[in-house]
């Protein structure tokens, strides 16, 4: 059974840093697309960062260039996403999702992905 578990959420003062982490299991796809979402109370869900097993490529929102990092333990299956600089409007419930992914064009799209996690709060707060 597919399943993304994601972890390494809390509270955290503003400046502060955290490590979320998304452990994948039961997929058998050759190469795949695994991207962090994240959506604040009453906001839409909006795409943090993306990268693909093809070539490792990476894609990042504007709003967290220079603060978030996006990596991969592909013999662990799990993507990690280092954010530093944390600011009050990163607050929100930060997702993993997962498409299969071959060519083209990296999907960055919350539509474009076809599984996806429970989820993990991140509060900026002092």
């Known amino acids: 059974q597919e399943k993304l578990v994601e972890s390494g959420g809390g509270l955290v003062q503003p400046g502060g840093s955290l490590r979320l982490s998304c452990a994948a299991s039961g997929f058998s796809l050759d190469h795949y697309s695994i991207g962090w979402f994240r959506q604040a109370p009453g906001k839409r869900r909006e795409g943090v960062s993306c990268?693909?097993?093809?070539?490792?490529?990476?894609y990042y929102a504007d709003s967290v260039k220079g603060r978030f990092t996006i990596s991969m333990d592909t013999g662990k299956n799990i993507v990690y996403l280092q954010m530093t600089n944390l600011k009050p409007e990163d607050t929100a419930v930060y997702l993993c999702a997962l498409v299969d992914y071959g060519v083209g064009k990296v999907p960055t799209m919350a539509y474009e992905y076809t599984y996806w996690g429970q989820g993990t709060q991140v509060t900026v707060s002092s």
């Open positions: 990268i693909v097993t093809t070539d490792n490529s990476t």
